[in-house]
C-alpha cells in the first residue's frame, strides 16, 4: 500500500518567514494529493492541493509543488502568521473523482509561528 | 464547499458501554464515507470506508465486529464503538465524498473518551 513520509515533525519561525514542509510517497499510482490544517480538537480543513498533471498551485501565501519522478510534494507557507499555527498533514490518494477519496496521510508537522 | 457534520463532538462513556458516532452530509450525497481514528500527537489511520447500501470495508488490524459501520443512506454514516475500553478512547474523524468531487470533506471530530 502507500506510504506518505513527511517531514519535520515539527517546525518554529518566525512570523514574517516562510515555512516549507515535504512529502515523499511510495505508490506511483497515487495521483492526487492534499494538505490540511488541523486545530486543536477539531477536524483536518483542506488548505490546497494538487493532482499529478499539475507540477505547482499557488493560492495567496500558500503553494504546492510536485514533483512525480521523485514522488515527493512540498507545501510552501510565505509572510507566516500567528494564525497559521497549527498542524499540517500532507495526504495522498488514488482519487478517482467518483468520490472514493481515500487518503493516506503523513505523520504531521507541528509549525509554531512566533511573534 | 461541501458540509460534513459529525455528532457527537465529545463524549465521555463508561467501560463496556457502546457509543455511537454520527457523520453526516449536509449538503451532498456521500457516495463514499471513510472513518479515521486519531491518538494524541498521531496522525490519522484510516479505519474504513463505506459505501451506501453496502458493507464496510476494515483496515487491516480493525476488528469489525468492535468498530461497527452503517452507511445505511447516502447522507448517514455511523460509527458504533462496541464494548468500549479505555484503550478505545481517542479523536475519531469522517470524511465524505460525492461524485464529481474533486476532494474528500471531513466533520468535525469526536473525541471519545472511555472510563
Known amino acids: 500500500g502507500e506510504n506518505v513520509e513527511q517531514h519535520p515533525s515539527t517546525l518554529s519561525v518566525q512570523e514574517g518567514d516562510s515555512a516549507v514542509i515535504k512529502c515523499t510517497y511510495s505508490?506511483?499510482?497515487?495521483?492526487?494529493f492534499p494538505w490540511y490544517k488541523q486545530e486543536l480538537g477539531k477536524g483536518p480543513q483542506l488548505i490546497i492541493d494538487?493532482?499529478?498533471?499539475?507540477g505547482e498551485k499557488k493560492d495567496q501565501r500558500i503553494a504546492v509543488t510536485l514533483n512525480k519522478t521523485a514522488k515527493h510534494f512540498s507545501l510552501h507557507i510565505t509572510e507566516t502568521q500567528p494564525e497559521d499555527s497549527a498542524v499540517y498533514f500532507c495526504a495522498a490518494s488514488k482519487g478517482s473523482g467518483a468520490g472514493s477519496y481515500q487518503l493516506t496521510f503523513g505523520k504531521g508537522t507541528k509549525l509554531s509561528v512566533i511573534p | 464547499g461541501a458540509v460534513v457534520s459529525q455528532h457527537p463532538s465529545r463524549v465521555i462513556c463508561k467501560s463496556g458501554t457502546s457509543v455511537k458516532i454520527e457523520c453526516r452530509s449536509l449538503d451532498f450525497q456521500a457516495t463514499t464515507m471513510f472513518w479515521y481514528r486519531q491518538f494524541p500527537k498521531q496522525s490519522l489511520m484510516l479505519m474504513a470506508t463505506s459505501n451506501e447500501g453496502s458493507k464496510a470495508t476494515y483496515e487491516q488490524g480493525v476488528e469489525k465486529d468492535k468498530f461497527l459501520i452503517n452507511h445505511a443512506s447516502l447522507t448517514l454514516s455511523t460509527l458504533t464503538v462496541t464494548s468500549a475500553h479505555p484503550e478505545d478512547s481517542s479523536f475519531y474523524i469522517c470524511s465524505a465524498s460525492g461524485r464529481g468531487h474533486t476532494e474528500a470533506f471531513f466533520g468535525q471530530g469526536t473525541r471519545l473518551t472511555v472510563v
Open positions: 494538487i493532482r499529478s498533471n499539475v
Open positions: 505508490d506511483s499510482a497515487s495521483n492526487y
